[in-house]
């Protein structure tokens, strides 16, 4: 079998579709997040507030990872949307979690605290690692 360049780009333009996709549902859950928590993470991080910046930081990379999972191995657009609603839902029910775990954390992190901060994105970083690996089975 010989190998050539355009076995390689085959699929270029599906390449291009899910990460364009990804990149908008990524975009959309960073969004929704902002407008549940009770702070504003992007005026707080403009102002230099670095608790702000690890909690959201947190939240986008625990989305993220179950949306790289979602892409891999989703059969479809819809399938890729369907678990990327999932993945939504499950950073926020982390997020109530955290908040459960920790009262006043909703005036900690405009406040600055890092410890509480850094304790949010660990939770929304370790479920979004779950819930990838859920996604493959």
């Known amino acids: 079998m ?3 360049v355009n076995e390689s ?3 270029f333009d599906d390449f291009l ?5 990804a990149i908008v549902l990524l975009v959309a859950f960073t969004w929704v997040y902002i407008k549940v928590t009770p702070y504003k993470e992007l005026d707080l991080i403009r102002a230099g507030n670095t608790a ?3 909690s959201l930081s947190g939240a986008m990379l625990g989305f993220a990872m179950p949306l790289a999972s979602a892409v891999a191995n989703s059969v479809n657009l819809i399938d890729l949307c369907l678990f990327a609603v999932l993945a939504t839902v499950v950073q926020l029910v982390a997020f109530v979690f955290a908040r ?4 006043g954390l909703s005036d900690d992190i405009p406040a600055g605290h890092i410890a509480k901060a850094t304790f949010l994105a660990a939770i929304s970083v370790s479920v979004g690692l779950l819930n ?6």
């Open 52 to 54: 702000a910046a690890i």
């Open 17 to 21: 579709i899910y990460f364009a996709v």
């Open 100 to 103: 459960m775990l920790m009262p």
């Open 132 to 137: 990838a690996a859920a996604l493959v089975y």
């Open 9 to 11: 780009i085959r699929y």
């Open 2 to 4: 010989e190998y050539t």
